[in-house]
């Protein structure tokens, strides 16, 4: 089917001709906040604080807690131009063929969050909890990723489930959280599996990840549950019940949960079967 033949039931993404970039349509975005309720819905009961972070965090914050160590390669860096319109003068038909006129560039204070749960950390820094912190946040995130497989994007939607407490309570936590949404993706009848995963710290942390098919056989991660340790605690001065916090996060990927919803049922979700569409938004 031709782009301009898609009529507003049909839910499947549009090529930006950009790799790891889609464009959705108007039935994908009710999927996505469809998927947004449920999500959070898993948590029903707990004191959340919800947030909404913009696309852009502080690279001293994405600095400090240890990212750039770790993954330089899927930073994605605001830059701006640092010339006089003089100099600008100069480059501007380089711009306009296509040409090299970057040299001016200066990276700012800003970066594109490649993961929605860094600024919660910030917001705790210097403080002694008396009680767990619980948060439910979300962000347009960015990795720049090296593969354009389905579902492997470089811009997405984050929503992340995020505990700060004693390693006890975040762990048991972080099980309750994979469990109920496991639970959930089954009842939207989606093939979905927990399988331990490589945490890429080399400390006591723990990642284990939900993977569904996402593009007919395809299997990727669509929820990850990673266990920090005190990593986040001691790199933004945090303490909980006198002792240096742990955290854990439980991580969504709404695009790709959608994407894993529209292989599994079709395109159009206004045909999907009514079991399916009574579980997607989790409403007791």
Avoid at 212 to 234: E, I, K, T
């Amino acid at each position: 089917m031709s782009e301009s033949a898609r009529d507003d039931g049909d839910a499947t993404p549009l090529e930006s001709g950009v790799p790891g970039v889609l464009h959705y349509p108007a039935a994908f975005e009710r999927i996505i906040d469809l998927i947004r309720r449920g999500a959070v819905a898993t948590a029903r009961g707990e004191p959340l604080r919800r947030l909404a972070f913009p696309p852009v965090v502080s690279r001293r914050v994405i600095e400090r807690a240890g990212y750039l160590s770790r993954f330089p390669h899927l930073i994605g860096f605001v830059h701006s131009y640092a010339g006089d319109p003089k100099r600008w003068a100069r480059l501007e038909p380089l711009a306009a063929s296509g040409d090299d006129w970057q040299a001016d560039q200066r990276i700012s204070d800003l970066v594109l969050p490649p993961a929605a749960c860094y600024p919660v950390y910030a917001t705790l820094a210097g403080r002694d909890l008396d009680a767990p912190a619980l948060f439910a946040v979300e962000a347009a995130c960015f990795r720049q990723e090296a593969t354009s497989e389905p579902g492997r994007l470089r811009s997405f939607r984050m929503l992340e489930l995020v505990a700060v407490a004693t390693e006890r309570y975040c762990l048991d936590w972080r099980e309750r959280r994979l469990d109920r949404i496991a639970a959930w993706f089954a009842a939207l009848s989606l093939d979905v599996t927990l399988e331990a995963a490589d945490s890429s710290h080399g400390d006591a942390s723990s990642k284990a990840e939900l993977r569904v098919p996402v593009h007919g056989p395809l299997v990727q991660p669509v929820v990850s549950g990673s266990y920090h340790a005190d990593r986040f605690g001691l790199a933004f001065d945090f303490m909980c019940a006198d002792e240096v916090g742990r955290s854990a996060c439980v991580a969504l990927g709404l695009e790709r949960i959608a994407l894993a919803l529209l292989s599994a049922h079709g395109p159009r979700p206004a045909a999907w079967p009514a079991p399916v569409l009574a579980a997607l938004a989790n409403e007791d």
